[in-house]
Nanobody, 126 residues
Framework: QVQLVESGGGLVQAGGSRRLSCAAS????????MGWFRQAPGKEREFVAS????????SCADSVKGRFTISRDNAKNTVYLQMNSLKPEDTAVYYC???????????????????WGQGTQVTVSS
């Protein structure tokens, strides 16, 4: 089992940047693929980005491609979401997610996550 704690949210102006972090508990972080989802007010939760357990494969939603980058540091049990060129429509609660993948180093994309963090609010002002 893994517990996820996000940080780095806050208020940022349009065009600005923000880096979210997600710290995971436990000693088996490198057996989990990780990802980020977000949910804006009145909208469904949507996939943002994901990364395989080694960090060798990543994917992201078309809406953030070229602006957001997911990465991880397995020595620090942490996954990051670097967000650049932020837009008001990026305003949402951002959730860190984990999927146990002990036998595969594939990137799960938007599917099958076992654990979710509590979320961190990102607000982009115009």
């Amino acid at each position: 089992q893994v517990q996820l704690v996000e940080s780095g949210g806050g208020l940022v102006q349009a065009g600005g940047s923000r880096r979210l972090s997600c710290a995971a508990s436990g000693r088996t972080f490198n057996t989990y693929a990780m990802g980020w989802f977000r949910q804006a007010p009145g909208k469904e939760r949507e996939f943002v980005a994901s990364i395989s357990k080694s960090g060798g494969s990543t994917s992201c939603a078309d809406s953030v491609k070229g602006r957001f980058t997911i990465s991880r540091d397995n020595a620090k049990n942490t996954v990051y979401l670097q967000m650049n060129s932020l837009k008001p429509e990026d305003t949402a609660v951002y959730y860190c997610v984990a999927k146990w993948t002990p036998y595969s180093d594939s990137d799960p994309g938007k599917l099958g996550y076992d654990y979710w963090g509590q979320g961190t609010q990102v607000t982009v002002s115009s």
